[in-house]
């Protein structure tokens, strides 16, 4: 679990617990969509492109933490800045996350050869698995 500092406020990141994972994993992925659909549209204005990411931006923050959590941050304000850093913190701290769920998933799905091969690299069978 983190801690995050967002815009001042701290918010809770648990990417250990799989109902947030969920809930993070499809919010990123609606980001990701909404932000190809954005590029996409020619016609948009410069400021109308700002306030469509920014929008993205604050549904999912409302997704993974908690309906009301962009209000809180941004105050209803469309900074683009703003919001990107916001945006970059979260999935910073998620890709650190997730290497930590793969190094404890790999620690405890060793195949045999891995487990073997441990074993014999410690010469006195301490730390055996």
């Given amino acids: 679990m983190s801690m995050l500092k967002i815009c001042g406020q701290e918010l809770e990141l648990d990417l250990f617990d799989a109902d947030v994972m969920d809930r993070f994993e499809n919010a990123l992925e609606d980001v990701q969509k909404k932000a190809e659909e954005y590029k996409k549209n020619q016609n948009m204005s410069g400021a109308d492109g700002i306030r469509a990411m920014c929008g993205v931006v604050n549904v999912f923050f409302d997704d993974v933490f908690g309906k009301g959590t962009a209000e809180k941050l941004f105050k209803g304000k469309n900074n683009l800045l703003v919001s990107m850093d916001a945006f970059a913190a979260v999935t910073s701290e998620s890709n650190k996350i997730k290497g930590?769920?793969?190094?404890?998933?790999?620690?405890?799905?060793?195949?045999?050869?891995?487990?073997?091969?441990?074993?014999?690299?410690n010469k006195n069978g301490k730390n055996r698995p």
């Fill in 100 to 121: 930590q769920v793969n190094g404890l998933m790999n620690k405890y799905n060793m195949n045999r050869a891995q487990r073997r091969q441990e074993g014999k690299n």
